[in-house]
């Protein structure tokens, strides 16, 4: 007898050899789990008799690679406490093209002892707080693994959002004394407040001074330039040495405030003797 395939699902299946092959490779479980084929034998009589056969093809499944990645998200705030949800992830693979038969097991794959990031089931979450002006994004790379074990790797970029950072020093730029007898309005510096964020202003004012209170020292707000007030007597004899409570407040949103003391010293000067009556 010869055989042959006289309906052949568009040329996917032939007959050689009296065997029903496939004739590439283009079956898809996803795409046709089962195909209608029908085979033609003839026999070598005369004249030559022939019979039909209609035959379901089955397609079995195999695991199939996943062939990507999505990310959603991948922003966070800096200055937040950890476990932030930075980005969620989900993967594209052939076996859940019809329905979902295959469950995902994500993982991080940087080995960096800093890096601050972990995966919770599908959730990129933060470890600590991070910090824009010292990196203001960092490299990911996940791992989906199928039901399978079949995985794909893929790097992603998380970029971290820059808030408002509260200031981390107030500093006297200037020599930090003045001498006695200084009338007021003397400049005795400048106090400048030390910020993370590059380009914020801030406005200052004097909080307090020891001793004596806060009006033996005025601050310009804008310019930071420290002076002595008017009518004030400074007296290195009485008082040697003052400690000026200053507060500086950002311009950024929510404006936030800094507290920090700067030390001014009182420089002794020869003074007149003074004539003190005997009895």
Known sequence: ???????????????????????DSSLNYEVNATWPVTVRCVDSGIPPL???QAFVVVVVDENEN???IRMRGGLVTENLPAGQIAATFATDDPDNEIENRQSFIYSVENSSPDFPFEIVGDELRTTRSLDFEANPSWKVIVRSTD???LYITETFQVSVLDANDRAMQIVLIGSGSIPENSVGGAYVGSVFAVDEDFGDEHSYSVAGVYPDGAGVFVVNATTGVLSVADGVDLDFERV???AVTVVAVDSG??????TGNVTINIIDLNEKPTARSEE
């Open 50 to 52: 022939y019979r039909d």
């Open 253 to 258: 949103t929510p404006p936030l405030s800094y």
């Open 1 to 23: 007898h010869s055989c042959s395939a006289i309906d052949n699902a568009d040329g996917r299946f032939v007959v050689e050899d009296n065997a029903l092959q496939v004739a």
């Open 147 to 149: 039901s399978g074990g």
């Open 66 to 68: 996943p062939t990507g």
């Open 240 to 242: 040697r040495q003052y």
